[in-house]
Nanobody, 125 residues
Framework: QGQLLESGGALVQPGGSLKLSCVTS????????MAWFRQDPGKEREFVAS??????????SDSVKGRFAISRDNTETSVTVYLQMNDLKTDDTSVYYC????????????????WGQGTQVTVAS
């Protein structure tokens, strides 16, 4: 059973920066695409960014392109995926979820099999 554990969520002021991390365990995720989604209460989960195993392909939603950067570190025993968030806006407030799947940098929630519990990011003055 594979597991994903997010960390790094916090309260930050508009214009500030934050870096989220997600660490895998329980099985190998080295060949998996890793992604970040976010979800507000009562709304559907929204794609944020994805990265393939080699880091050669990355995708971003239009709302975060140019402000967020996804990256990953692969080791023999685990994968750590990061989401560097800059120039944060109040609209970025959400619960951020890490996900892993077999597809190639998919933006679709249904293509991801493994999910973390989420970490809260709040952008407010």
């Amino acid at each position: 059973q594979g597991q994903l554990l997010e960390s790094g969520g916090a309260l930050v002021q508009p214009g500030g920066s934050l870096k989220l991390s997600c660490v895998t365990s329980g099985r190998s995720f080295i060949t998996h695409t890793m992604a970040w989604f976010r979800q507000d209460p009562g709304k559907e989960r929204e794609f944020v960014a994805s990265i393939i195993w080699s880091s050669l392909t990355k995708r971003y939603s239009d709302s975060v392109k140019g402000r967020f950067a996804i990256s990953r570190d692969n080791t023999e025993t685990s994968v750590t995926v990061y989401l560097q968030m800059n120039d944060l806006k109040t609209d970025d407030t959400s619960v951020y979820y890490c996900a892993a799947g077999r597809s190639t940098a998919s933006t679709e929630e249904s293509d991801y099999t493994y999910w973390g519990q989420g970490t809260q990011v709040t952008v407010a003055s």
